[in-house]
C-alpha cells in the first residue's frame, strides 16, 4: 500500500533498480542504491507520523497582573527550613485542645481514621514527636527556591559526593502528590545518589536527584490565579531544569507526580531521556475497553492480560470497582469544593493528620482496613507520618493542595490537551501490587508508545518512594541501564 503513494521521483529510483543486470560491475550500486531508498522510505514513514505534542505555552501564577515590564528574578536562592518556639507552643495547644467522638465498637478503620488511636497518635505527637530534631532531618539535604512565573518555587538538589571516572551522571526529576510531599524521597535519595554504598552498585547508574514541591504544596508558593494544572506544573518543571543548566533528564513520578512527569514527557520529548511511573493513569474508555474487562475474567489471553494482571484486577465488579469508591470521596470533595474542607483541616492538625495518615493506611495495604491502628506503624514510623503533616501544617497549605484536585479534574478529561498526545519516550513502569489501581501492560500501551521496562513489584502500595525505596530504586535503576544501553 504505501507504494502507491511515494512519489514519483522514488519509483523511478525503485525501476532502476529492478532494471538492473546482476553483474560484476554493477553489484556494488544495488545495495548502495537499495540503502538510499531505504532511508527515503524511513524519513517519508516519520514524516507521516509526526509525534504530537502539548504546547508549552506560558503562565503567571503571581498575585495580580503579571507585570509589564522586568525580567523575572531567575537567581537560585538557598532556602533553609526553620521553626520558632512560637510555633511549636501553637501547634501543641491546639492539640491539647482537641475533641474527638468515640468510635463504634469493632469499626477498626472502615469508618475512617480510628479515633482510639488517633489519641495514640496525638498524645506521640504533643509529648514525644521533636520538630526541631525533624527540621535537621529535613535540613540534611540541600534545599532552594526559585521563581518561575509569578511563584516561589521549593526544591532539594542532592548531587553524588563521588562518582567513579568515566561514569555518567543522570539528572533525575522526582516528583511527589498528594498527600505526600518531598519528604517522601529522602530515603530513596541515597539509594540513587550513592548506590555503591548501599549495595546497589549493580554497573554503572549513579543520578544527581532534584526533587520540587508542586506549587501549593510544602515550601513552594501557592498559585493566585485559577487554573494552575498539572501542565502548567510541568512547565513550571521544565522551566527549573533548564535554569538548572540540564538540557536531557530522567523524570519519576507518582500519584499527582505521574501525570506531571507525564505531561513533561508530552511537553518536550526531546528533552526527556526517561520518563519511569509507579502508577499510570489511561483514561481511554469505550465499548473496547468494556469488552476487554468483560473477557479478561475468562479468556485473558484474548485481551492479552497476564496471569498477574488477572490476580490484581478481579473479581473486578465485587471487589476492584467497591475499593475505587470506598477510596476516592476525598477526591469528589477536592475536586468540587476544597476551600470547605480545607478551611477546617487548615485550623486542626488533629483533623489534618486524621485526613492524611487515614490514606497512609490503606492506600498502602488495603487489608489495613482491619486493623485498629490502619496498619501504620508496620511501615513507618511514627515520626516520618508526622514529619509529612507538619510539611503541611506549617506552610498552611493543605487547602492549596486540594484544590489542585479541582483545577485537573473538573475538565472534561477527554477533552484536555494531554489526552489527545501519546507518550513516545522511553518509559518505565513498576506496578506495585497494593497500588489503588492497576493498570495492565495491554492498556497502558495504549498511551504509552513505547515501554521498556514494566515490573510486576513483589510488594508495596502507593507510596512506594516511602515505603520501598530499595525495591523503587532498584527498578529506577534497571529502567535507566536499559535505556543507555539504546
Request: glycine fraction near 8%; proline fraction near 5%.
Given at each position: 500500500?504505501w507504494?502507491e503513494t511515494?512519489?514519483?521521483?522514488?519509483e523511478?529510483i525503485?525501476s532502476?533498480?529492478r532494471?538492473?543486470?546482476y553483474?560484476?560491475?554493477?553489484?556494488?550500486l544495488?545495495?548502495?542504491?537499495?540503502?538510499g531508498v531505504?532511508?527515503m522510505?524511513?524519513?517519508w514513514?516519520r514524516?507521516r507520523?509526526?509525534?504530537k505534542?502539548?504546547?508549552m505555552g506560558d503562565?503567571?501564577?503571581?498575585?495580580?497582573e503579571r507585570?509589564?515590564?522586568?525580567k523575572?528574578?531567575?537567581?537560585i536562592r538557598?532556602?533553609?527550613?526553620?521553626?520558632?518556639?512560637?510555633?511549636?507552643?501553637?501547634?501543641?495547644?491546639r492539640l491539647?485542645?482537641?475533641?474527638?467522638?468515640?468510635p463504634?465498637?469493632?469499626?477498626?478503620?472502615?469508618?475512617g481514621?480510628?479515633?482510639?488511636?488517633?489519641?495514640?497518635?496525638?498524645?506521640?505527637?504533643?509529648?514525644?514527636?521533636?520538630?526541631r530534631?525533624?527540621?535537621e532531618?529535613l535540613?540534611?539535604f540541600p534545599?532552594?527556591?526559585?521563581?518561575?512565573e509569578g511563584?516561589?518555587i521549593?526544591?532539594?538538589?542532592?548531587k553524588p559526593?563521588y562518582?567513579?571516572?568515566g561514569q555518567?551522571?543522570?539528572?533525575?526529576?522526582?516528583v511527589?502528590?498528594w498527600?505526600g510531599?518531598f519528604?517522601?524521597?529522602?530515603?530513596?535519595?541515597?539509594l540513587?545518589?550513592?548506590?555503591a554504598?548501599?549495595g546497589?552498585?549493580?554497573g554503572d547508574?549513579?543520578?544527581?536527584?532534584?526533587c520540587?514541591?508542586?506549587p501549593g504544596?510544602?515550601?513552594?508558593?501557592?498559585p493566585?490565579?485559577?487554573?494552575?494544572?498539572?501542565?502548567a506544573t510541568?512547565?513550571i518543571?521544565?522551566k527549573l531544569m533548564?535554569?538548572l543548566?540540564?538540557?536531557?533528564?530522567?523524570?519519576?513520578?507518582?500519584?499527582?507526580?505521574s501525570r506531571i512527569?507525564?505531561?513533561?514527557?508530552?511537553?518536550?520529548?526531546?528533552s526527556?531521556?526517561?520518563?519511569?511511573?509507579n502508577?499510570?493513569f489511561?483514561?481511554?474508555?469505550?465499548l473496547r475497553?468494556?469488552i476487554?474487562v468483560?473477557?479478561g475474567?475468562y479468556?485473558?489471553?484474548l485481551v492479552?492480560?497476564?496471569r498477574e494482571?488477572?490476580?490484581?484486577?478481579?473479581?473486578?465488579?465485587?471487589?476492584?470497582?467497591?475499593?475505587?469508591?470506598?477510596?476516592s470521596?476525598?477526591?469528589?470533595?477536592?475536586?468540587t469544593?476544597?476551600?470547605?474542607a480545607?478551611?477546617?483541616?487548615?485550623?486542626?492538625?488533629?483533623?489534618?493528620?486524621?485526613?492524611?495518615?487515614?490514606?497512609?493506611?490503606?492506600w498502602t495495604?488495603?487489608?489495613?482496613?482491619h486493623?485498629d491502628?490502619g496498619g501504620l506503624?508496620?511501615?513507618?514510623?511514627?515520626d516520618?507520618?508526622?514529619t509529612?503533616?507538619?510539611?503541611y501544617?506549617v506552610?498552611?497549605?493543605?487547602?492549596?493542595?486540594?484544590?489542585?484536585?479541582k483545577e485537573?479534574i473538573?475538565k472534561?478529561?477527554?477533552?484536555?490537551?494531554d489526552?489527545?498526545v501519546?507518550?513516545?519516550v522511553?518509559?518505565g513502569?513498576a506496578?506495585f501490587?497494593?497500588?489503588?489501581?492497576?493498570?495492565?501492560?495491554?492498556?497502558?500501551?495504549?498511551?504509552?508508545k513505547?515501554?521498556?521496562t514494566?515490573?510486576?513489584?513483589?510488594?508495596?502500595?502507593?507510596?512506594a518512594a516511602?515505603?520501598?525505596?530499595k525495591?523503587?530504586?532498584?527498578d529506577?535503576?534497571h529502567f535507566?541501564r536499559?535505556?543507555e544501553?539504546l
Amino acid at each position: 500500500m504505501w507504494q502507491e503513494t511515494l512519489p514519483k521521483a522514488w519509483e523511478s529510483i525503485l525501476s532502476r533498480i529492478r532494471s538492473f543486470e546482476y553483474s560484476q560491475k554493477n553489484a556494488v550500486l544495488v545495495p548502495a542504491a537499495m540503502l538510499g531508498v531505504g532511508g527515503m522510505l524511513v524519513y517519508w514513514l516519520r514524516s507521516r507520523h509526526k509525534i504530537k505534542t502539548i504546547e508549552m505555552g506560558d503562565g503567571w501564577w503571581g498575585s495580580g497582573e503579571r507585570p509589564l515590564k522586568g525580567k523575572e528574578d531567575e537567581s537560585i536562592r538557598p532556602f533553609k527550613i526553620e521553626t520558632s518556639d512560637k510555633e511549636i507552643e501553637d501547634l501543641h495547644r491546639r492539640l491539647e485542645q482537641a475533641r474527638y467522638a468515640p468510635p463504634l465498637e469493632g469499626a477498626a478503620f472502615h469508618y475512617g481514621f480510628n479515633s482510639s488511636y488517633l489519641q495514640k497518635v496525638v498524645a506521640y505527637w504533643r509529648n514525644n514527636f521533636d520538630w526541631r530534631k525533624q527540621v535537621e532531618v529535613l535540613n540534611k539535604f540541600p534545599h532552594f527556591q526559585t521563581t518561575i512565573e509569578g511563584i516561589d518555587i521549593h526544591f532539594i538538589h542532592v548531587k553524588p559526593s563521588y562518582v567513579p571516572h568515566g561514569q555518567a551522571v543522570q539528572p533525575l526529576l522526582m516528583v511527589h502528590g498528594w498527600p505526600g510531599s518531598f519528604y517522601e524521597f529522602y530515603k530513596i535519595i541515597p539509594l540513587l545518589t550513592e548506590p555503591a554504598a548501599h549495595g546497589l552498585n549493580e554497573g554503572d547508574v549513579v543520578f544527581e536527584v532534584i526533587c520540587p514541591s508542586i506549587p501549593g504544596y510544602g515550601f513552594s508558593e501557592a498559585p493566585h490565579q485559577k487554573g494552575f494544572d498539572t501542565i502548567a506544573t510541568a512547565r513550571i518543571f521544565h522551566k527549573l531544569m533548564n535554569r538548572l543548566g540540564f538540557k536531557e533528564y530522567y523524570l519519576q513520578g507518582g500519584d499527582w507526580g505521574s501525570r506531571i512527569t507525564t505531561n513533561m514527557a508530552q511537553m518536550l520529548p526531546q528533552s526527556v531521556k526517561g520518563l519511569h511511573l509507579n502508577i499510570i493513569f489511561v483514561n481511554k474508555q469505550g465499548l473496547r475497553r468494556i469488552i476487554s474487562v468483560m473477557l479478561g475474567a475468562y479468556v485473558p489471553w484474548l485481551v492479552g492480560l497476564s496471569r498477574e494482571d488477572v490476580r490484581r484486577m478481579y473479581p473486578f465488579i465485587q471487589k476492584n470497582i467497591y475499593e475505587l469508591l470506598r477510596e476516592s470521596g476525598y477526591l469528589h470533595i477536592q475536586a468540587t469544593k476544597p476551600d470547605t474542607a480545607g478551611c477546617g483541616l487548615n485550623d486542626s492538625p488533629v483533623g489534618l493528620a486524621a485526613y492524611i495518615l487515614e490514606k497512609f493506611s490503606t492506600w498502602t495495604d488495603k487489608s489495613f482496613l482491619h486493623k485498629d491502628d490502619g496498619g501504620l506503624e508496620s511501615k513507618y514510623s511514627l515520626d516520618e507520618l508526622l514529619t509529612n503533616v507538619m510539611i503541611y501544617w506549617v506552610t498552611s497549605s493543605i487547602v492549596s493542595s486540594m484544590r489542585f484536585y479541582k483545577e485537573n479534574i473538573s475538565k472534561v478529561s477527554r477533552l484536555t490537551a494531554d489526552a489527545r498526545v501519546g507518550v513516545y519516550v522511553p518509559t518505565g513502569i513498576a506496578a506495585f501490587p497494593q497500588e489503588i489501581v492497576h493498570t495492565p501492560h495491554v492498556w497502558a500501551k495504549e498511551v504509552f508508545k513505547n515501554i521498556i521496562t514494566y515490573s510486576y513489584m513483589p510488594r508495596g502500595g502507593h507510596f512506594a518512594a516511602f515505603e520501598e525505596p530499595k525495591l523503587l530504586a532498584q527498578d529506577i535503576m534497571h529502567f535507566v541501564r536499559k535505556v543507555e544501553q539504546l
